[in-house]
């Protein structure tokens, strides 16, 4: 069913017709209730202007046709509601006739047009209507309430209120004009009898074909129930004639009124006969068409005897693309160019009940394999009738072929890689060889027949071999056990072969017949003997290389190791091979240093290096020793994979060899620069002796004026005079000794800020042409500090002259100092002087703080700014240390006492 339509649209016919006829009911009752609109007599009772249609009653015929439209398109709360009002008019009407209270409803609707009739209570819903009401009411809710009533019993009620209308219309029909009704009980009006009978129809033709009538047409007792309605049906019609004589001679009626009562009885049991009648056609229909669905859906066909389709399946139709239109009338066989499978110009047979394969054209061209079973009908009376039942078994021919093909293949493969197939029978010993196996394998053809003369052939150490293998299959009922045997030509040449068998056993566990395939491995033999024979004599030539040499592969396992190796770093073979590389050096992978950095670019790269090049790197023995070493590398492809070849050389002896003579050099450097001071202290002399001897004449002068008698006041300027010479002398002592040696330090609170600039502002003059930019980080929470202004500032100056020395060298445009400071600790604050050169070398961090240890070139300085800048800052109680940033630079930081410390 498509989606999109209404359910009414692709409903089976009967519940077409109960839509039909419910819309038919509700058609007559809204007509006849436009009669009381419109005040038009003969439309409010059909033409029987004296038996109208009340209006109560044509506004409950309108629900009930509204309920039943409602339930049938399946909208159940919808058909509640309608369905309540014929219901509530239905218990209404019944309870103002048992308790004979008007309640004045009757007359709420048109009363004056109600006043033209003289019946005791117009328009008072009559005993009929009610009854229908309540009965199609009750069934239309039993319907609506999730089926709470069986589809039986809705038919069975529903037919009950058809006899009760079709009595009312034969009463209503057979009534004079002007006289009432011959049973009063049973009175109703023409519109309102059509449209009973009408609802009924569609509630029995709405259930039609469900429940009990379906399961009596699968009952095997069916004949028995014909047997008992049949008789039934003879006999029942007498039974009201009898009523109404019985009636007549008691004079409970007069003649009329038996009669119509005993019609009555008749119009019941022919409706009760029809109804069975009418369920049992309609079962018997559904079971045809779901007969004919069950075929329709196979793929069958039906052909005349000269072959042309009279019949073609829904099932066909979609197999093969023709519709039964197109189909019909036209031969099969041409229709769908059908051939035998076999041969393709033989047309197929026309068999009588038998099956034949064939190949068959659908409509857009494509050919499926088809088993065709062919059946011959004949009836009396009637044309015989070919029934061809077609399955398509393309899956099946499709694994056919392809099994063939595969077979072909197999063949070509074993040809081709030269693989012999045999198979072997236990207890007769015969030997089977597949086509081209034996010249395969280099045997004669025929010479090997069976297990004695393959016995014959075959090395005697591997024959032995081999049955021990077979004895142990056997033994675990292995389904299968390999081979390896050699076997000696008639021309004397030996070869070698090697294959696999699959073993059978009988049920008692004794081995039937093997089915093996063998492949000459002779050349294979030669080739790994002769690679045995290389690669010990590489293992020889590896042996005697005096260098550590060892090899690894793209993923730094290690897959040799020589003796010389062996010795280098204290490992046997056995315990490096098949580890990493990594193992063999001192530093973890995410921390290597440049050299073992340099190492892993060249495994990486897989490219050898080039002719005198090597690598500088770092060993790790198995005792925890490190060494030096360098390395020389090849690269070989082997496979699509990498091997590396390193040989390794200890460099430990060198690098001792070059650290003694550094330690000369270093010597001499410091004898130079003893001889530097000596020259220094001659021109200090020198220096000093100018103003020792201005003091001498100074003070030689006024002793004279003294001896004279002179006045004082010259001899006091002669003695200031001399006096500026002597201090001019401390000064240049006291210079000489703060450069020489640790002196006292004045110790006050002192601006941190000021102090810092004012010494850089010193530094920086002259240096402007080296775009060297200067950037203070002070915390504003450290204003002072307790320390020697004129040291501090002596410091600051030495490190940031250093700073500016390496920058002016450095190229580039970035050249930074930033000077920050920080609370190192409760009582101390740290100042950093940060520059972005190249960093202090990794030899001199240890030494830099040393007397006559400089970085600077060879005559640019004496080494001994440092020295003196780290006892100025341990004379404050501080530590001054430098270090290297890990994004490059230096970073020379010292720490001084805080205020609060100072004031202690």
Known sequence: MDPTEPSWVAAPVNR????????????????????????????????????????????????LSLGFLASFLGRRRLAINFLAVPLTIALVALFERWTEIDLGVDRLLFPAQLDEFSFSFPGRVGINPAAVFLVLGLAGLGQCVHDLVAKEMRSLVAMIALGLAAAAAIIILFSRAGAGPALPLLTTSLPAAIVSISLALAAITWNSGFGWMRDLARDPDNRRMLQILLPAALILPVLPAMLELVLARRMVFTAAPGQLLAMLGNVLIVGTIAYWAVTRVAREQSVQVELSEAIDVTTMALTSPDGRIVHWSEGAARLFGWSEEEARGQNKYLLLRSRCESAET???????????????????????????????????????????????????????????????????????????????????????????????????????????????????????????????????????????????????????VEGSSRAFYDAEGNLVRTIGAMLDIT??????????????????????????MLAVDEEGTIRVFST???????????????????????????????????????????????????????????????????????????????????????????????????????????????????ELAADMAHELNQPLAATSNFLAAARMLLDKGEEFERVG??????????????????????????????????????????????????????????????????????ADRVQVQQVVVNLLRNSIDVLRQQGGNDRRIIVRSRKSTK??????????????????????????????????GMGIGLSISKRIIEAHGGVLSAENRPEGGAVFRFTLPTTEQGGE
């Open 827 to 860: 009582d101390m604050i740290a100042i950093e002087i940060v520059d972005s050169g190249p960093g202090i070398p990794e030899p001199m961090l240890d030494q830099l703080f040393s007397r006559f240890t400089t970085t600077k070139k060879e005559g640019a």
């Open 346 to 496: 033989t047309l197929p047979r026309r068999p009588q009940d038998e099956t034949q394969e064939l190949v068959e054209t659908t409509r857009d061209g494509r050919e499926i394999a088809i088993l065709e079973r062919v059946h011959r009908v004949e009836i009396a009376g009637r044309d015989p009738v070919i029934i061809h039942k077609m399955t398509d078994i393309s899956d099946r021919a499709r694994a056919v072929a392809e099994l063939r093909e595969s077979e072909e293949r197999l063949a070509i493969a074993t040809a081709t890689h030269e693989v012999g197939v045999f198979e072997w029978e236990v207890a007769t010993g015969r030997l089977a060889w597949a086509p081209g196996a034996e010249e395969r394998l280099g045997l004669v053809p025929g010479t090997v027949t069976s297990f004695d003369s393959w016995r014959d052939q075959i090395e005697p150490e591997d024959a032995e071999r081999v049955m021990e293998t077979i004895e142990g299959a056997v033994a675990d009922r292995a389904p299968r056990f390999s081979f390896r045997y050699r076997f000696k030509k008639r021309n004397g040449s030996v070869r070698a």
């Open 564 to 678: 010389a190796a062996e010795a280098l770093w204290d490992y046997r073979a056995h315990e490096v091979l098949g580890h990493n590389f990594a193992m063999l050096t001192p530093y973890p992978r995410d921390e290597e240093p440049e050299s073992e950095t340099r190492l892993g670019a060249f495994l990486k790269a897989g490219k050898p290096l080039e002719q005198g090049q090597t690598i500088a790197a770092a060993g790790l023995t198995r005792g925890g020793d490190r060494f030096p070493m360098e390395i020389r590398g090849g690269v070989a492809q082997i496979d699509g994979h990498l091997l590396y070849t390193l040989f390794a050389r200890n460099l430990s002896e060198q690098f001792a060899a070059e650290e003694r003579l550094s330690e000369l050099n270093a010597e001499l450097a410091h004898v130079g620069r003893q001889s530097a001071m000596s």
């Open 717 to 786: 300027e002669l003695l200031r005079m001399a006096n500026e010479q002597t201090l001019r002398a401390g000064e240049i002592i006291r210079r000489l000794r703060s450069f020489t040696m640790r002196g006292e330090v004045d110790l006050r609170i002192m601006p941190l800020g000021p102090t810092i600039r004012d010494a850089a502002d010193l530094v920086l003059i002259g240096t402007s042409q080296f775009n060297i930019r200067l950037t203070y980080d002070l915390d504003p929470e450290i204003p002072c500090v307790f």
């Open 523 to 548: 050349e294979r033999e030669e080739r790994e003997a002769a690679l045995r024979r290389r690669e010990a004599q590489l293992r020889s030539i590896i042996e005697t290389v005096p260098e550590a």
């Open 16 to 63: 077409r017709v109960a839509l039909a006829l419910a819309f038919f009911g509700l058609a007559c009752s809204l007509a006849a209730f436009a009669g009381w609109l419109l005040h038009f007599p003969a439309l409010r009772g059909f033409g029987l202007n004296d038996f109208p249609i009340w209006p109560w009653t044509a506004i409950g015929y309108i629900g």
